[in-house]
């Protein structure tokens, strides 16, 4: 893939995964928009990155995966700015099974809004120039997790999500590729100590993967054909497992 002027949408990157995705995409070339609910973090990041990169070919938005009208005007503030969308990288998540509601309305809602709102941004026959969604599922949207059970339905919900919608002719027609990342365990402050030490009970010592090996499965995603529909597995406690396709290839 030419990366050079293409435009990404980065949602949750003010910080861990987003914000290596939005640092690799802008160091090939390309122009990104990085938005978060979080309006002061996301205003440094922006910044950081504007300053490192040009601010020409960064912006950033205050966006709630979960309000409508905020997500909507990411899409129209990316438009003014670069005159196009690409890539659109739904990465926004949390993991809190307490308040199991929200997880549902962040991780599977907000996916679900993402990918309407990038479908209709990117396909031929409403404007768009074709493109590429890029859901964040989880090793967890593949196989169970009895500590996180609702983190891990709201993953499968956004592996269904995605295939769904590469299944669709009108998307296929209109050249929209729909894809996830089902990562295992990365070093970001979603890992908190006491998930660490739950996660060496199950899985052993081993280490946590560095944001660099998501970057690095970001362009794997991007330059791959033939992976409409597919979730590349991240996770290199299963080297078997480890930058292959569920189930498949
Ligand atoms: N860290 C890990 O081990 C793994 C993470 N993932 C997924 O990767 C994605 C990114 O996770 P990390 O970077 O690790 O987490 P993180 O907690 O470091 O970053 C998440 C970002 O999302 C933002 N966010 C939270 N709620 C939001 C909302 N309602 N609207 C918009 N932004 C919101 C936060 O402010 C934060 O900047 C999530 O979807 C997560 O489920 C998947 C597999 C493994
Ligand atoms: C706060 C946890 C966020 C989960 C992030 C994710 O998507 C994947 C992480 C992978 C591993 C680390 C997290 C938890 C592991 C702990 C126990 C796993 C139990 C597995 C089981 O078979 O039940």
């Not at 670069?82 to 199991?100: H, L, P, S």
């Not at 549902?104 to 990038?118: E, H």
């Not at 479908?119 to 949207?141: P, Q, T």
């Not at 009970?201 to 970001?218: H, N, P, Q, R, Y």
Request: charged share 20%; aromatic share 8%; proline share 2%.
């Amino acid at each position: 893939m030419d990366f050079s002027n293409k435009v990404a949408i980065i949602t949750g990157a003010a910080r861990g995964i987003g914000k290596a995705f939005a640092t690799g995409l802008l160091a090939k070339g390309m122009k990104v928009c990085i938005s978060d609910i979080n309006e002061e973090l996301v205003t440094t990041t922006g910044q950081s990155l504007a300053t490192t990169y040009g601010e020409q070919n960064v912006i950033f938005a205050v966006c709630d995966v979960r309000n409508e009208d905020q997500f909507k005007n990411v899409f129209q503030v990316t438009k003014n700015k670069f005159k196009r969308v690409d890539i659109v990288i739904n990465n926004a998540g949390v993991a809190d099974e307490e308040n199991w509601g929200k997880v549902v309305d962040v991780n599977l809602k907000g996916s679900i809004l993402g990918t309407q709102l990038a479908a209709e941004a990117l396909r031929k026959d409403r404007g768009g120039h074709g493109g590429i969604v890029v859901n964040m599922c989880s090793i967890f949207g593949v196989q169970p997790c009895s500590i996180l059970p609702v983190y891990s339905a709201s993953k499968y919900g956004v592996f269904g999500l995605t295939k769904s919608f590469a299944e669709m002719p009108e998307m296929k027609e209109n050249g929209v590729k729909f894809t996830c990342l089902c990562p295992g365990a990365i070093d970001t402050e979603m890992i908190t100590d006491d998930i660490q030490q739950m996660r060496k009970k199950f899985f052993g010592d081993t280490s946590l993967m560095s944001t660099d090996v998501m970057t690095e499965a970001l362009f794997k995603l991007l330059n791959d054909t033939d992976n409409n529909g597919e979730g590349l597995i991240v996770n290199q406690v299963d080297p078997d497992q480890h930058m292959k396709y569920f189930n498949s290839k």
